[in-house]
Structure formats: C-alpha cells, structure tokens
C-alpha cells in the first residue's frame, strides 16, 4: 500500500514503527475521541481538535468550529491533516536518552467531503452518538430537522493514511543492562470513573444500564 | 491580552468557552504530555504528535520526528501550531444534538527556537524526564555528549496562546428536561496502571518509590 501513500504520511524516523494496514488503522481511529484537525489560516498552520468517529473505510467530523475550517478547504480542494494518538504508557529507561512514550497514533490526508444527504447524515449524527456510549440513541428523543440541518458533518476517507505505533519495554543502551537502576513501563489509559447525575434530573430517574457497562468496560 | 493575539487562535465558536489567562494555559499545558504540532509542508498541512513539556513560559518540544519539522520552520521563519487537548468528561444530554465532551484544550501559535546553549539544554533533557516521573533524573546515569548532542530541543513561547474549556454538566433545551431521560456526565481522565518491570532487570532492582507515588497519585 505505502507506494500510493501520498509523501506526508510515510513514517521516516523509527520506519520500523510505521503500519499501513487497515486493521492497524481502524483500531486506533476506532479508540481515539478527538482528532487532531490540521489546516492553513492565511498561511498559516492551524490545529484543531475536533470530536471524531470511524464510520467504515472513513472519519467523520463534526461540531460547530470544525464547520467553517471544514467547508472551506472542501470548497478550496485543499487537503486537510487528521491526526489521532493514543497514549499507552510511560516508558522508563536506565538512561534518560531512552525514555519514550508507548503510543499508537495515526496521520489521515485528505479533502474534506461534506455529508448532505438526509439518511447519511442522520446515521452519521447516530454515529456520534453511539461512539460515546454504545446503546444510547434509543434512549433519547429522536433528533429534530433544526438539528439536523444546524450540524455540519465532514468524511475524510482513510485511504491516505499511516499509523505509528510503540509498544514494550524500554530499549537500553547495551552496557546499561548492567546498572542497578530499574527500568520499565507504567502503563496509561483513559478510564472514566462513575456517572455523575444531571442535577435537573426528574426523580427516579437513574442511571441507565448501557451507561453503567460501558464505565465499567463490560 | 486579547488584543494582541493572533487571529488564528482566537476563540470565535462557542466564545464564552475561551480563556486567555496564564494560569489556565499553563495548567493545561502541565496536564498534557502530547501536543499535536501543525506544520506546512509542500503547501499542504501536517499534524505530528511530539512530547511537550511546559518550561516557564515557553514550551519544549523534543524528539526524532521534531528535528525536521521544526528546524525547518525555524529556518523559514514561519509559525506552526502547538495543540494540546485533555478530554475530562463525557457530557450526556437528553437530545443526542446537546452531547458532547468536557476538556481543555490549548493552542499556541509561535516560530519555533533551537535550545541549543550547553546548560539550557542539559536543563531541557532534564525537564521531559522530570515530566514523566518527578524525581527519575536522579536516579539515572547521568547523559553523555553524545546523548545530549543527538537530542534537538526546540521551544515555543507561550505569548501567542489561547484556551478553551467546556466543564459541568449537559446543557439541554428547555422542554427537554421535562423527559425521564438520564442526563449526566461520565468523568474521564489518563488513569496509570501498576508498573511492568523490564524482563531484562537485574536480579533485586525494585520500583523506586517515586515511580510508585506517582503512580498512586500521591
């Protein structure tokens, strides 16, 4: 795949670090919330975060600033910068030329195509939805048309894509495995710890299952 | 201090959520531990994940990806984008279009600096590994030349820096607070697991104290 990678996405420094299958890719686009949005402002480099989700072989993107930044290099044919990374821990060396950082994290190009379609967009919105907690659309009230004509919605397709990832113990220095310091790695993750209620919330409404399970990873 | 700011890093969306004070925009840059660096690139945007460390009022950007991107940036004189985004909370509202994310997120727009006086870098070095875990350096043979020299640090000023924060609880139209609709919010944070020692640890090396405080969050 890597001959038909456009040159911003291949992986030069640490080559043995870089993935460009789909299984790779979608697993990280698929644990990441927040994509990282590059674009040029009068010239400049701009980076936005911006709520993201996979939907089959494409990222979607929305909220209220990614519409303007979105539309316009849509509208300009400019390639946009998604980049998405994932922080799985702290790598410890004996020396401190070795410390490092386990991650996976992963770089899309693409132009930015706006999602117009009614049924399209409507699941899409659902994707959204879904990515925060799985099961949740069927609990809420079915969106309006005024929200969703008032939600810009973005693919960028992931054909344009590379993914860096790091795992394992630190790499030493050989004549350092000989020092009495320890060395290791202390594993990270995001972890979501118990719901607070809505302070508004009628009485006796409680927690819904689907909620409960996904805090606690079931 | 609005006044002289960049455009680009203005907060037009969602304004009341931009800050522009030091105290937030240093604790946000002290939380996180990647920032997403925008740069241009035969015309096109590109978005690297570097390790970033907060030193006064600049920030220290480091690593083998950087050197490239960032000498070059420095050579032409041309900004880049210093993006950092901590997700705290998932904000669960009655209608699927009010959901949304709790976080803080920071952008810097700024020309980056090498670090490259002998004491300023050896205190940069110092600095990243302090960031992982407080106290490490101590504990670590010291770096040598080449080490030192290998490393390229850049930094980035703080001066052209904006904030934005969304925190509390979903905020729902009127009528929908009359449903019997969970609302709430569930909290999110990088959690650390216990350590994984390296396979290659000599025999009676164990977790160092402040490796484990830190850990524990004490």
Redesign the interface.
Known sequence: MTDRL???IQI???ADRGRYDTETINAIADAG??A???????G??????M?CVRDRDHLLLHG??AAGVLRRARAEE??????M?L?DG?V?A????H?S?N?R?L?V?GIPDEVTEESEKAHA??M??ER??PG??A???P?NQK?IQ??AVFRVSLEQASAKVRSG??I?DDE???????????????????????????P?????AN?TA??RGD
């Open positions: 456009n040159e911003a030069k420094r640490a919330l927040v990282h949005v590059g674009t040029i402002r009068d400049q480099p701009v980076v936005i975060p709520f209220a600033p400019r390639t946009i910068c998604v980049e990374t922080i702290l410890l004996r020396s401190a030329f410390h950082m991650y994290s770089v190009i919105l659902e959204f939805v925060l907690i949740r659309q609990d809420l009230r969106n929200e008032g939600t113990p630190p030493d350092d495995y000989e020092l009495d310091i320890w060395a290791g790695v202390v594993p990270t993750r995001l972890a979501m710890d118990d719901p607070i209620d809505d302070p508004r919330l009628l006796g409404v409680s927690v819904p909620v996904y805090v």
